[in-house]
């Protein structure tokens, strides 16, 4: 399919042909013929993507930090590549479309149907592009008399929609709009329906005509003398009752002018972006609110609601981004005594074919625009990709990828991409424009948003599961179904019927599989492991780990989809520790600290072996993430092993330390976690890690959740 991405690193925009997106659970998939660009907010992130490195640094201070204590923690070499990868990510451009519905996913049946037609919200969902996939939550249906070059404008007029409900002006309020780009107009023609009297101002004499045309009473051109007068008349020398600002500066101007403009507590909502330096003494006098609208209304930004489907109440929360958008692509049918007008603020309208001279005319500005609409065949059908019909060369690892989110792009493929023994056959993700840029950057064979496509591939003997946690168990069985071997980022699974799920499958398979624990091949690693062999008896080991803290909302934490960072990432260390010890292990412990926060990141982990070793696990996010990430220290028959952060081991013994340190930067083992994985699939096996060892760490970790609800130790069974 066509659609629009823009590159992060150097701004370049283009229309490319990407594997189109399948349905999925709680999503329509929808053939768009009509979507709108946004000329202040796509003209923003395009202009954002343009800049220079230096310029990027500049206006996102906030993001250099967390490079520069990246780089402390984890060296430049690690951070170069986190960055770079950071930067190489496709931009889809476009939020707002319309379209019709082909297809439902589980769980959609009687909330939309095929055919029906619809408007659909969301940056990243409802793109520039031929085919979009859209959780029901953002996506309402269109009435009959309302067109699709009208219905595109849904998300913008439910922006206005949820700026409007904050300002909260009732009938014979008299409010001041600032600026009259689409928004604006939009929102200016809502607060006129609602029985506002309304006063725009701008700098474009035809915008301010245009809102005088639509219920709009007193229009100014802004810089011109008289306004605060004529407000004045207008409001029986009162000043205005609220005032919404829906200009795109840079200046703090539009805040000086509502303090200047506005009644004793009056409210001022910000649906634009403008500066933010308000007069401190001005407001302080009259009182003024400050808002700054969050999008489209309640649930936008929240992934429980938007992906997930969960409801708000409708006692507490009525009007929704869900209910703003429908509301809105209600009020435009002509059929309405008074409605809201958007096909007159359509201006220029371009075949997607034509998409890049769109946006050229919106970013230049080479002749006046307002509304810009993008159009498309409504004869467009996704393409299906068509596994290939050859088998794997002999002695060679042919390997499909499944996902390819940050972790996989920045550090997975790339290492993958320098061996010799590998072929990329095929990269399967849920999104077109990464499949393809996928493809592209690491020279796969082919791209494919079907996941289903790689296990058809008669031309594939191996995968690499990169997909997020939930999914990793029943794609690592399936993978050992399909004759292939598989290997899975960590955890391997997220509950004990996962755990079972794996056994089952690898029981009658001739294939294997691995997890990508990655630290057990580490060199400093193996190194440790070594020394601690060659002492026979109970080894006791340490490992500290500052994790840092991640943002709650993290979908690592969300249960369903992450299982939270113990099941996540806590398993690394586990795994270690397993290697290390050399021993089964018989015997969780596990205490949590009561710390105020609303996820479970702060734990002590006792581990016993069957040896007679010990391992204590402490993970904690309450550090400072500039610090050492990472400490292991093993005791063992007069030794000492201490290893910081994969950069440094010492080695202690019969009175004397030695040091090593890791000459080209931190290495914890991806590179030969991965060769390892294609050598054993090139020459058909065994696997590089005991397949039962890999099972027993996973119930290991699945019992540390076990311990801490019990209060007590668990046993492994």
């Known amino acids: 399919m066509k659609q629009v991405i823009q590159s992060a690193r150097s701004g370049k925009l283009s229309l490319k042909n990407v594997p189109a997106p399948r349905v999925r659970a709680g999503s329509v998939l929808v053939r768009v013929h009509a ?174 005509e245009l809102a005088a045309r639509f219920g709009t009473e007193l229009t100014w051109i802004l810089g011109e003398p008289g306004l605060a007068e004529a407000v004045g008349a207008l409001s029986q020398g009162r000043g205005v009752d609220g005032i919404l600002i829906a200009a795109a500066t840079q200046s703090s101007e539009p805040l000086e002018l509502a303090a200047d403009l506005a009644r004793d507590r009056a409210r001022v909502v910000m649906v634009g972006k403008t500066g933010t330096e308000f007069p401190y003494a001005a407001f302080m006098k009259k009182e003024l609110s400050l808002m700054v609208s969050r999008s489209y209304g309640p649930g936008r930004y929240d992934d429980d609601f938007e992906m997930s489907g969960v409801k708000y109440p409708v006692g507490w929360v009525r009007w929704t981004e869900t209910e703003n958008l429908a509301e809105s692509l209600r009020l435009m049918s002509p059929s309405l005594p008074r409605s809201l007008h958007v096909a007159p603020l359509i201006t220029h309208r371009f075949a997607i074919d034509q998409a890049e001279q769109a946006y050229e005319l919106v970013t230049e500005g080479s002749e006046p625009h307002l509304g810009v609409v993008l159009t498309y065949p409504d004869h467009a059908v996704p393409a299906t990709a068509l596994p290939a019909s050859s088998a794997p060369a002999s002695g060679r690892c042919a390997l499909g990828v499944i996902g390819a989110g940050s972790f996989a792009r920045t550090v997975l493929l790339p290492e993958l991409a320098r061996l010799s023994n590998v072929d990329l056959v095929a990269l399967a993700t849920t999104r077109g424009h990464t499949a393809d840029h996928g493809q592209q950057t690491f020279n796969f064979l082919r791209s494919t948003t079907d996941a289903a496509d790689i296990l058809a591939d008669p031309a594939i003997n191996a995968v690499l599961v990169a997909t997020r946690h939930s999914d990793h168990a029943q794609w690592v069985a399936a993978c050992l179904e399909a004759g292939k071997s598989v290997l899975v980022e960590k955890p391997l699974a997220l509950s004990m019927e996962q755990v079972n799920l794996v056994r089952k499958a690898r029981h009658s398979a001739n294939t294997f599989f691995q997890v990508g624990f990655n630290r057990r091949f580490a060199p400093f690693a193996v190194t440790m492991q070594s020394e601690l062999a060659r002492h026979p008896g109970p080894k ?88 050492s990430k990472e400490r292991i220290e093993c005791f063992a028959g007069g030794t000492v092993l201490a290893m910081d952060n994969f950069l440094s081991l010492s080695i202690t013994g019969n009175g004397k330390s030695r040091i090593i340190k890791a000459r080209a930067g931190q290495d914890k083992g991806h590179s030969e976690e991965l060769s390892a994985f294609v050598q054993a699939v090139a020459l058909g096996g065994p696997a590089p890690v005991d397949e039962e060892e890999l099972l027993e760490t996973s119930q290991a970790t699945l019992l540390v959740l076990d311990s801490l609800r019990l209060g007590h130790s668990v046993a492994l069974d």
């Open 540 to 627: 006791v080991i340490s490992i500290r780990v500052n994790a840092g803290a991640l943002p709650p909302e993290s979908w690592v934490n969300a249960e369903a989809e992450g299982g939270g960072r113990i099941l996540g990432e806590l398993c690394h260390f586990i795994d270690l520790a397993r290697f290390l010890a050399g021993a089964a292990i018989v015997k969780v412990d596990a205490q949590a600290a009561l710390a105020p926060q609303e996820t479970n990141d702060d734990v002590a982990v006792t581990l016993t072996f069957a040896d007679g070793s010990l391992a204590s696990i402490l993970y904690t996010s309450m550090g400072d993430s500039a610090y």
């Open 35 to 208: 979507s709108l660009i946004s000329a202040g907010t796509e003209r923003m992130v395009i202009d954002f993507a343009r800049k220079s490195l230096a310029g990027k640094a500049k206006e996102r201070p906030d993001l250099v930090r967390k490079v520069l204590d990246k780089a402390r923690r984890d060296g430049l070499a690690a951070t170069f590549k986190a960055v770079m990868a950071r930067l190489d990510e496709p931009l889809p451009l476009g939020y707002s479309a319309a379209g019709e519905v082909i297809a439902l996913g589980p769980g959609t049946e009687g909330a939309f149907r095929t055919g029906q037609r619809v408007a659909l919200a969301g940056a990243g969902i409802a793109n520039h592009a031929e085919f979009d996939c859209v959780p029901t939550s953002l996506a309402a249906p269109i009435p009959d008399d309302v067109t699709y070059d009208q219905a595109c404008f849904g998300t913008l007029s439910a922006i206005a929609l949820a700026g409007v409900r904050n300002l909260g002006a009732g009938l014979g309020d008299v409010v001041l709009v600032m600026g009259v780009g689409l928004v604006g107009q939009l929102s200016a023609q809502l607060l006129a329906l609602q029985g506002a009297r309304v006063i725009a101002v701008d700098v474009n004499k035809d915008r301010l």
